[in-house]
């Protein structure tokens, strides 16, 4: 470069200038996250000689292996350093390769890739790159799930998938893992099965049957599905399968139906299909002898039928002689049916005694085959015939030897309980209903269960109600009969209320007893028992409460009775106006916890005037209650409604403004499925920051962000992430809370909440673009005065990054204007910013045109060199630029500007000398502008000095005649020509006299008067014209200019030996100029001699 402007500033031009091709146009680089991509690049040289230059990059990450570079063909080494920038990122930037053949621009594009893992598929780099592998090959997915190289493919994605992929690594990783989580990170959807059909029935199987259910899914994916089966006679033929076993989406579940099982009359079997997400039920039924099962049926509907109807007539509620009529119709149906029976004939002389026929009773028992000495078993029908014969006969006696013969059958079958119902009938010793109870209790015991059992003791305690003593088991179930059917009188009812006060304890049976009791007879003795009974049974469930609310509207005293009440509301009932005794009872203390005291608050606050004495007396410990509540952060519907009345900014202290905030983002979650275990809540940092248990299908859980994530816990094990439908519902929010419970920024900066300043390594490390560049701007404009604006090659770049878009100020652009070098338009941009901050820019101007005359690229510098030349220029530089500027003026025509001839004036009358082609450019700007008598001498030696050396131009002739005599130009005609190229130049020509043409056009090969200018000098005589034009040849091709005309230029006097002849040629008087031009010829050979 310094060689360059020294031939320049000496005026030598005969260094060829390369002509540059680049191959690569552009430079596109796929680089992995953090990697540093090694590439190269040609620039040649399309003609003889080396190039020499220098390439800067754009981007600090593009490094070249060396700045400069000399050579015919040179390859440039780079590398891109893409540490700090994200996959997706691009940077766009260029080469600017400034060198002996001038400046040129090579783009290039760097693309950050994705870390990525190489499978079956190809590259997989993100989620639905993953996604398509696992649909095509999911055993290949879930093997690269469990490996950690997944944590490449989840880097970029959302941070909420990453998150949750570290905590399913702690939970599972199997098959049914990467199910959740692919549908958890919206891959897919929820898999659900379709059953073909819901229900299958066979008839009359002689065989075992093997069957299948035809199953669908309806997307990819795997899931484990467990079968079992209700019912014995069904078999599976495997209890187990997944997704796996599917054909396309398809799979038959096979099942075989046991014959050998299989019962008379409707067999009823469930197939159970049980998924992580849903349970299906296949229901099987095999009907076996349908016909004969089906008249059992109705013959037993009709006998339970006939029975409740007849304790219907026991309570009163029926008449007898409509159920003697019913009972008539069933035993006639059943007698035809079955005449052989024996019973039909004992139970139409039952109804025929109730008829008070005994006659016709009688005629049935007659019909009866019975005998003392028979050996038939059936015990029980011939108690009842000998009852029946007894009351029939009415006779003491006759009954005497009855009863007899009923106790010696009683004697042999103790365990039957119907002969015993017989006997207690007709034997006078159970004339004691104690005893017969007592009797009766005693088949209860060993296991008897009949209605006509109950129907007896029942009978006894109606009858006697004295007789209740205690509740046993068996007082319990007579009871429970008796108020099934509606049986209970209000005597027996008010004895059990008394006995159920003493218990000690909850008996379900009992509470149902007195409830059908208090619904037949609503008597507070009732009631007290039920209530009793139920809170020493501390049953404070919500379907008791209306017990408690029966009692506090009746005005019971119980103890605890108020509490309980509270305990148990709940629903439509707590948001209704309370009992005013419920409001006086808890205005003195309360040993409630705080659910049901909150309940208890929210109704006096939304149901008692605020101006009552009553809610002036609650005020003090409700707003007491809610501040202690705040602080243990709790939160129910009550508490909403009691803080919204108490909280404000007053007894908001820190401490409680921080568990507001807790407060304000407490989430009620409802799950329907009974297979949850537990809620977990994953927050944006990957931590569990709840793991709640679900009660009842409901949680309290804290959620802080949208990035937040919902887990459940299944009682399988399973981490259900987006597959279980749930409801949430914010339990408090309120703009304004949210406001107060902010925390307090002079208490942010106490704590230390300010945000770590940026430092300069930051942005070394991670790059410009991860910033603010405001922010980095402040910290560059700092760095450069701590540092006393010492040079550094990052901040360089920095600051004309920040430069570049508009982020500057006095300190950096000093700084740029001492060390910033790269492109030419880029420094010239510098360049003037800088001027209008009046910086100095003497450094920066001198590296501009040192840069632009090296590439011989010069553009809009004559500002910048005035701005140069008036500080202290280097010799060299300031005369290669003089000497380049003149050159182009003259080769190229191209403009000068007036300061920079003034520059020359000044430098000529400094030295007395100036390089030829300045002498040139001076000549011939001053022929067309005007000077005065500083230049005169200049112009005139400077015409002299290139006659001498036989350099003319056209211009010349602009100048006084007087110097073009003196030069011997007056008489001359010039014409020029400024070679495209490197060739021959032709003129060719025609002399036109009296306008007609002369011959055939001349030629003559021209040689350069400077570099590319050709000039023809000629002498045209009067009335000749010039007809002319100009052939450039080169090696491959040849220019030729359009054909001009020159005429001669007339003088005002003419001198000289030529001018004389035009004088002889226009005067009419030729003889007399003849004379005189012979006699001036002879004149100046004497005077003149030639040697």
């Known amino acids: ?204 199987l002689q065989t075992s049957k093997k069957e299948a259910i035809r199953i669908t899914k309806n997307t990819w994916g795997y899931m484990e599905v467990a079968v079992e089966v209700k019912g014995d006679f069904l078999c599976l033929v495997q209890n187990r399968f997944s997704t796996e076993d599917f054909v396309g989406n398809r799979y038959q579940l096979e099942y075989v139906i046991e014959s050998d099982l299989l019962h008379g009359g409707k067999n009823y079997g469930e197939i159970v299909i049980r998924t ?62 079955d005449s052989d029976n024996d019973l039909y004939l004992l139970l139409q002389a039952q109804l025929a005694v109730l008829e008070g026929h005994k006659k016709d009773a009688q005629e049935n028992l007659d019909q009866y085959s019975y005998s003392r000495f028979s050996l038939s078993k059936k015990f029980e029908m011939d108690a009842y015939y000998l009852y029946l014969t007894a009351v029939c006969r009415a006779e003491e006696a006759y009954t005497k030897k009855t009863v007899e013969d009923i106790r010696r059958m009683y004697m042999k079958n103790r365990e039957s309980w119907q002969i015993l119902c017989i006997l207690v009938e007709l034997d006078e010793i159970y004339q004691d209903r104690q005893d017969k109870l007592s009797r009766l209790e005693e088949q209860y015991q060993k296991g008897a269960n009949s209605i006509l059992l109950y129907l007896q003791a029942y009978r006894c305690y109606r009858e006697q109600p004295e007789c209740i003593k205690k509740l046993g088991a068996f007082e319990i179930r007579v009871f429970s009969f008796a108020a099934k059917y509606g049986l209970l009188s209000e005597e027996v009812a008010l004895y059990i209320a008394n006995l159920a006060t003493q218990l000690k304890g909850f008996d379900k049976n009992i509470y149902q007893i007195l409830g059908k009791a208090y619904e037949q007879y609503p008597d507070p003795m009732i009631l007290n028992a039920v209530c009793t009974m139920l809170i020493k049974g501390s049953r404070l469930d919500g379907e008791y409460f209306v017990w408690y609310e029966r009692a506090v509207k009746a005005g019971l005293k119980i103890a605890q009775l108020y509490e309980s009440y509270m305990i148990t509301i709940h629903g ?56 202690t509540q705040l602080e243990k952060k709790h939160i129910t519907e009550p508490l909403r409604i009691i803080y919204k009345r108490f909280l404000n900014e007053e007894n908001l202290t820190p401490k409680r403004r921080e568990a507001l905030n807790e407060i304000c983002h407490v989430y009620e979650v409802i799950v329907q499925s009974d297979r949850m275990k537990s809620v977990i809540v994953i927050n944006a940092e990957g931590e569990i920051a709840n793991r709640v248990s679900v009660i009842d299908g409901k949680a309290q859980i804290h959620l802080y962000s949208k990035e937040d994530r919902i887990v459940w816990e299944g009682r399988n094990g399973i981490h259900y992430v987006e597959s279980v439908n749930y409801e949430s519902r914010r339990l408090f929010y309120d703009k304004h809370y949210l406001e107060l419970c902010r925390p307090d920024p002079e208490q942010e900066e106490e704590e230390g ?254 040689g350069p008067v400077y570099e590319n200018v050709y000039v023809k000098s000629m002498i045209l005589f009067e009335e000749e014209e010039l007809r002319y034009y100009f052939v450039e040849s080169g090696e491959m091709s040849e220019i030729r200019t359009e054909k001009a005309v020159c005429r001669k230029v007339d003088r005002q006097k003419e001198i000289g030996k030529y001018m004389r002849i035009n004088q002889l040629i226009r005067e009419g008087q030729k003889q007399e100029l003849i004379e005189n031009f012979a006699e001036e010829e002879q004149m100046s050979e004497l005077l003149f001699p030639i040697y």
């Open 753 to 1006: 909440y300010c945000s770590r300043p940026l430092t300069f390594e930051e942005v070394q490390d991670n790059g410009l673009e991860q910033y603010e560049h405001e922010e980095v701007f402040h910290l560059c404009s700092k760095k450069i005065r701590e540092d006393n604006y010492a040079e550094d090659d990052f901040l360089t770049y920095l600051t004309f990054s920040l430069f570049q878009e508009e982020y500057y100020d006095k300190a950096v652009l000093t700084y740029l204007a001492n060390y910033y070098c790269g492109p030419t338009k880029d420094m010239k941009r510098l360049w003037r910013v800088a001027r209008e901050y009046e910086i100095q820019t003497f450094q920066l101007a001198e590296r501009i045109l040192t840069q632009m005359l090296f590439s011989e690229q010069m553009f809009g510098e004559a500002e910048i060199f005035l701005d140069y030349y008036y500080g202290k220029p280097y010799y060299r530089l300031k005369w290669a630029y003089l000497v380049y500027v003149c050159r182009e003026y003259v080769t190229k025509q191209r403009e000068i500007a007036d300061e920079v001839m003034e520059i020359l004036c000044m430098e000529y009358h400094h030295q007395s000398t100036i390089p030829e082609v300045c002498q040139i450019a001076v000549l011939q700007y001053y022929a067309d502008h005007a000077w005065g008598d500083v230049q005169e001498n200049m112009l005139l030696m400077f015409l002299r000095e290139l006659s001498i050396r036989q350099i003319y131009f056209p211009f010349f002739l602009q100048y006084p005649k007087d110097w073009l005599k003196e030069l011997q130009l007056y008489d001359k005609t010039m014409v020029a020509y400024y070679a495209k190229k490197k060739g021959k130049v032709t003129f060719r020509y025609q002399l036109i006299r009296d306008g007609e043409e002369t011959g055939e056009y001349h030629s003559e090969v021209l």
């Open 276 to 337: 992580p997400y849903e349970t299906l039920t296949y229901t099987v039924v095999v009907s076996q002898n349908p016909a004969k099962s089906s008249d059992r049926r109705e013959q037993a509907k009709e006998w339970i039928k006939l029975l409740s109807s007849y304790l219907q007539c026991e309570a009163g509620k029926a008449q007898k002689e409509v159920w003697i009529k019913e009972a008539k119709g069933y035993i006639q149906r059943r007698q035809q049916e």
């Open 1 to 204: 470069m310094k060689n360059k402007i020294k031939h320049f500033s000496e005026g030598d031009f005969r260094a060829i200038q390369p002509k540059i091709r680049l191959p690569e146009t552009k430079i596109i680089m796929k680089i992995g996250e953090g990697k540093v991509y090694h590439g190269e690049f040609l620039i040649e040289n399309e003609e003889e000689g080396d190039v020499r230059g220098l390439v800067y990059a754009s981007s600090f990450r593009m490094h070249c292996s060396e700045q400069g570079f000399e050579g015919h063909q040179v390859k440039i080494h780079f590398t891109y350093d893409a540490s700090g920038m994200l996959p997706g990122q691009i940077e766009k930037g260029y080469f600017t390769i400034v060198c002996s053949g001038g400046e040129f621009e090579l783009p290039f594009t760097a693309i950050i890739e994705k870390p990525y893992v190489m499978t079956s598929i190809g590259k997989v780099q993100d989620m639905e790159s993953f996604r398509r592998l696992a649909e095509k090959d999911y055993l290949e997915a879930a093997r690269l799930f469990r490996s950690r190289d997944f944590y490449q493919i989840l880097k970029y994605e959302e941070k909420r998938w990453s998150n949750l992929y570290s905590n399913m690594r702690k939970w599972s990783l199997d098959e049914q893992g990467l199910e959740e989580f692919l549908v958890g990170t919206k891959q897919k959807e929820r898999i659900f099965l379709t059953l073909s059909e819901g229900t299958e029935s066979f008839f009359d």
């Open 572 to 627: 439509k009932k707590a948001k209704e106006p309370l009992p005013k005794s419920i409001y006086l009872y808890f205005l003195h203390g309360s040993v409630l916890d705080y659910t049901k005291l909150a309940v208890l608050y929210a109704n006096v606050i939304l149901h008692v005037e605020e101006t009552s004495e009553l809610y002036g007396q609650y005020r003090e410990k409700m707003e007491q209650f809610a501040l």
